[in-house]
C-alpha cells in the first residue's frame, strides 16, 4: 500500500508514529551512484513522475546550482517518501572527502545506513571511514551493490571485499541477474523472487526467479538463511529441524540482527536504470529498526518537546532554513522552544517537508521525525532546541580538523570586509570550513578538506555574496631561534643642540629550551648598582622585542630566546625610555648575528591512506618532500603510511596524491612541532627573503 497525502483533505495530518519511520542517510564514497539511488527510490514510490538524472541536473536532491555544474553532491539533502505505510526520511549525503561535515552531521540524526558501493570499484576509502563512523555510533547498515550495469561490474567481487574490509556479518540479500552489459534484472532472495530490469521506468511487480538461476539462488538463499538463523536461537531450532521458514519470520529476525548490528545485508541494482529498488524499498523497510526500537543518544534533559538542529540550508529566497530532528514530544507551527545557548526563544511558523529544495508545510511532525523549519534566529547547527530551559550538554560532532590552507584575497581593493562577511557565513554553514589571520604572515587563511572545498566556497562567496576573490598557496609561518650564547653592548647617543637621546645597555642571549614543545622568550634584569634606573630596564626589553618580531635571517620571528640584561650606562639629562628602547633592539641585532641563529619550520604530522599498490608510488613522493616515514599499516587493500613532513612540502598536497593514486588516496595532517630547517634548504629561503627585501626597498 501507498500513502499518499491527498490534497483535498483539510483536516489536520497527524504526525507519524515513530515505530512508522525510516530514517536512512545515503553515504559512500564519491560518485558511487547515492544522488541517483535517492532519485529512484522516489521514483519508485511514487513520490516523482519521472527519474531525475545527474547528467540533466533534474535530481531532486543535487539541486543547488553548484552542484549541478560540477555533477556531484556538495551538501546533505533531506528527502522522504512512503512506502507500505511506512515514511522513510533519507538524508542523501556528500561523497567527496571535502564536504563531510554534512555527511557527519547527517550520520547522526538517523538510525541506519545505507551504504551505496560501486560494483565496479568496490570498498574504497570514503565508504571504510563512513562504515567507521557507523560503527561507532552503533548505525544499522544495509548496502547497496549499485552499477551493476557498467563495465567491469562484479557483485560476488564486491560482496567478498565488504565481508574482508568491512564486516564478514556482510551478507548477500539480492543477486544480479547476469551482469554488465547483460544484466537483465536482480532476484530479493528474502521474498524469493526476481525484478527485471525496467529500464529506467516504474519497476513491474514481483517475477518468478528465472531458471537458470538456480543453483546460485540456493546456495545464496542458504547463505542468507544460515547467517539469519545463526542471530535467533528459536528460529535455528526451526530451521534445524527441517521446517521451511516463511519471509516474514526470516525478515523479523533479519530486521532484529540488522538492529542490533549482527548482520549488513548486501542488496544490489542499477540506480540509473531504477532496477531494485522495489526489493531495496522493502528491506529499509522491513530490515531497518525505526526510531521506536533504537532511538537516539542526543540528550535533551527533562523537556517535553526537544529537537536537534543538523543542518542548516542558506537559501535565496527563503533565507534559512534548519533541519531538525525531533527528540521528543510533538511540534507543530505554533510551539516556541527555547536555545539554552543563546537563551533565546524561537516559535517555530511553519514545520516544513523537504523533498531536496522543494517544501511543504506540515501540520506537526514526531518523535523521531526529520523536518525543517525556516527563519529562526541565532539558530545554528548543532543546537539542540527545548520547550523549558535545562541545561543539556550539545552532542558533540566529531568533525575532521581542515588538512589544507589557502591564502584567500579580494580581487577588488575595498572587498576585504564583505570577504570576510561572506566566508564567516559559508563557515557556520559547514564547520570544517575555517576562515583565520595567520598573526605572522598577516594572511586571511582559507582552510578546508579539500581543495574542492574551498574552490567551493569560492564560487558560493561569488554568486552568494559578489565577492570576486583569489586563492593562493599560504605563506609558510617560519620562525628563527638561535643555537648559542652571545652577547653585545650598544650605545645610543644623539647630540642635535638642546636635548640629545642617550641609552646604553649590554645584553646576552641564551637558547631558551621549549616548554611543552613551545619555544618562548625570557628577559632577565641582572643589573646590579643601578646603572640603568628601574624606569628604563623594561624599555630595553621592549626594544627587544620588537627586533624579534622580524629576525635577520628570514624576516620571521625570533623564539626561544632568553636575553639577560646585564651592563649599561645612563645620563641624568638625555636618557629616555625611547634612548633605551632603541639601544635593546640594536644591541639584539648584534648579538643575534653571533649567536648561530637558524631558521625553523613547521613540521607536520601526516596519515595517508592509499590502495596498496601505490605505496611505493606515494612513498616516493612522500620521500622528494623530505617526509619521514614513522610506520604503514596494510588493512583490507588498502595502507595506512604515517609520516612527518615539512609543511613547506605539502601545501599542495592534494592534487599530488590523486594523480600518484588515481584519486583514490586519502589524507589528513596535524601540525606536530617546529624544527630547523636544513642548511641547503635554509639557505634558498634566507636568499629568497633578501630579493624580495630589497625588490621592497628598491
Ligand atoms: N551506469 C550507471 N551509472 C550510474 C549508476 N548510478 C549512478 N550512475 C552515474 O554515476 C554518476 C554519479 O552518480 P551520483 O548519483 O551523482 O553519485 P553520488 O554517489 O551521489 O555522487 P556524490 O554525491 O558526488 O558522491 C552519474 O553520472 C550517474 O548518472 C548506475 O547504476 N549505473
Ligand atoms: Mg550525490
Keep these: 500500500m501507498r500513502l499518499e497525502a491527498t490534497e483535498e483533505d483539510t483536516s489536520p495530518m497527524p504526525a507519524t508514529e515513530p515505530t512508522k519511520i525510516r530514517n536512512i542517510a545515503v553515504a559512500g564514497h564519491r560518485g558511487v551512484g547515492k544522488t541517483s539511488l535517492v532519485e529512484a527510490l522516489l521514483f519508485e514510490s511514487g513520490k516523482t513522475n519521472r527519474l531525475g538524472s545527474l547528467e540533466q541536473g533534474t535530481t531532486v536532491s543535487d539541486w543547488d546550482e553548484h552542484e549541478h555544474r560540477r555533477a556531484m553532491s556538495l551538501s546533505g539533502s533531506l528527502c522522504h517518501l512512503e512506502w507500505k505505510d511506512r515514511k522513510i526520511n533519507l538524508v542523501d549525503t556528500p561523497g567527496d572527502a571535502g564536504f563531510q561535515a554534512d555527511t557527519f552531521a547527517g550520520l547522526r540524526v538517523v538510525e541506519g545506513v545505507l551504504v551505496v558501493l560501486s560494483a565496479v570499484m568496490g570498498v574504497e576509502v570514503n ?180 529537537v536537534f538542529i543538523f543542518k542548516t540550508i542558506a537559501d535565496p529566497f527563503t533565507g534559512r532554513i534548519s533541519c531538525f530532528r525531533v527528540l521528543a514530544g510533538l511540534v507543530s507551527g505554533d510551539t516556541t522552544l527555547v536555545d539554552p545557548r543563546t537563551h533565546a526563544k524561537e516559535r517555530l511558523g511553519q514545520v516544513l517537508a523537504l523533498q531536496g529544495k522543494d517544501s511543504e508545510t506540515v501540520d506537526a511532525l514526531g518523535i523521531g521525525d526529520l523536518g525543517a523549519v525556516a527563519k529562526l534566529k541565532d539558530v545554528v547547527t548543532g543546537d539542540v532546541l527545548v520547550d523549558h530551559e535545562v541545561a543539556v550538554e550539545p552532542p558533540h560532532i566529531d568533525f575532521p580538523e581542515p588538512v589544507m590552507s589557502f591564502a584567500v584575497t579580494p580581487k577588488a581593493k575595498g572587498d576585504e570586509e564583505k570577504m570576510a562577511t561572506g566566508l564567516r557565513r559559508l563557515s557556520e554553514e559547514d564547520p570544517t570550513l575555517v576562515l583565520r589571520r595567520d598573526p605572522q604572515t598577516g594572511e586571511q587563511l582559507l582552510s578546508g578538506l579539500s581543495q574542492m572545498q574551498v574552490e567551493v566556497a569560492v564560487d558560493r562567496l561569488n554568486t552568494r555574496f559578489h565577492v570576486d576573490v583569489e586563492l593562493h598557496p599560504p605563506r609558510v609561518p617560519y620562525k628563527e631561534t638561535i643555537r648559542k650564547e ?36 625570557e628577559f632577565v634584569d641582572k643589573i646590579v648598582g643601578g646603572v640603568i634606573s628601574q624606569s628604563y630596564r623594561p624599555a630595553v626589553d621592549k626594544g627587544v622585542r620588537e627586533a624579534m618580531e622580524h629576525g635577520e635571517l628570514a624576516g620571521a620571528p625570533v623564539q626561544g630566546v632568553r636575553v639577560l640584561l646585564v651592563d649599561g650606562m645612563e645620563h641624568n639629562v638625555d636618557s629616555s625610555e625611547m ?17 648561530d641563529p637558524v631558521l625553523l619550520e613547521p613540521i607536520m604530522q601526516l596519515e595517508v591512506t592509499v590502495p596498496d ?59 606536530l612541532r617546529y624544527e630547523e630547517v636544513p642548511t641547503h634548504v635554509a639557505q634558498k629561503i634566507i636568499e629568497q627573503t633578501k630579493k624580495e627585501r630589497e625588490t621592497a626597498n628598491a
Excluded at 518468478?208 to 538463511?225: A, F, T
Excluded at 618532500?625 to 605539502?650: C, D, F, N, S, Y
Aim: aromatic share 6%; glycine share 10%.
Design 127 to 306: 565508504t571504510s571511514r563512513i562504515w567507521k563512523r557507523a560503527d561507532q555510533q552503533e548505525l544499522s547498515r544495509v548496502l547497496f551493490v549499485n552499477m551493476l550495469d557498467r563495465e567491469r561490474a562484479d557483485f560476488f567481487r564486491v560482496l567478498e571485499a565488504a565481508r574482508q574490509q568491512l564486516s564478514d556479518r556482510c551478507v548477500a540479500i539480492q543477486l544480479p541477474i547476469g551482469s554488465e552489459h547483460e544484466l537483465t534484472g536482480i532476484v530479493d532472495l528474502l521474498h524469493m523472487c526476481a525484478y527485471m530490469d525496467p529500464s529506467g521506468g516504474r519497476e513491474g511487480g514481483p517475477q518468478p526467479i528465472p531458471d537458470s538461476m538456480g543453483d546460485l539462488v540456493q546456495e545464496y538463499r542458504e547463505k542468507l538463511l544460515d547467517a539469519v538463523v545463526e542471530t535467533d536461537e528459536a528460529l535455528m531450532e526451526r530451521y534445524l529441524e527441517g521446517e521451511e521458514l516463511d519471509a516474514g519470520a526470516v525478515a523479523d529476525a533479519l530486521k532484529q540482527a540488522v538492529t542490533r548490528d549482527e548482520l549488513y545485508p548486501v542488496a544490489c541494482g542499477v540506480a540509473t536504470k531504477n532496477l531494485g529498488t522495489t526489493a531495496l524499498l522493502d528491506l529499509l523497510v522491513e530490515g531497518v529498526p525505526s526510531p521506536a526500537k533504537k532511538g537516539t543518544t542526543i540528550e535533551f534533559g527533562d523537556a517535553k518537546q526537544a
Design 486 to 521: 652571545a652577547r653585545a653592548r650598544h650605545r645610543y647617543k644623539k647630540q642635535t643642540g638642546g636635548r640629545g637621546q642617550f641609552g646604553d645597555c649590554a645584553i646576552v642571549l641564551e637558547p631558551l629550551p621549549a616548554e611543552d614543545g613551545e619555544l618562548g622568550y
Design 579 to 595: 634612548a633605551f628602547k632603541i639601544a635593546g633592539s640594536m644591541a639584539f641585532k648584534e648579538a643575534y648575528q653571533n649567536a
Design 613 to 671: 599498490d601505490t605505496v611505493g608510488a606515494v612513498n616516493g613522493d612522500l620521500n622528494s618532500r623530505r617526509g619521514r616515514l614513522q610506520g604503514m599499516e596494510p588493512a583490507g587493500g588498502m595502507t595506512t603510511i604515517q609520516a612527518e613532513v615539512p609543511m613547506a612540502e605539502i601545501l599542495t598536497y592534494s592534487q599530488a596524491l590523486t594523480s600518484v593514486t588515481g584519486g583514490r588516496g586519502d589524507y589528513s595532517m596535524h601540525f
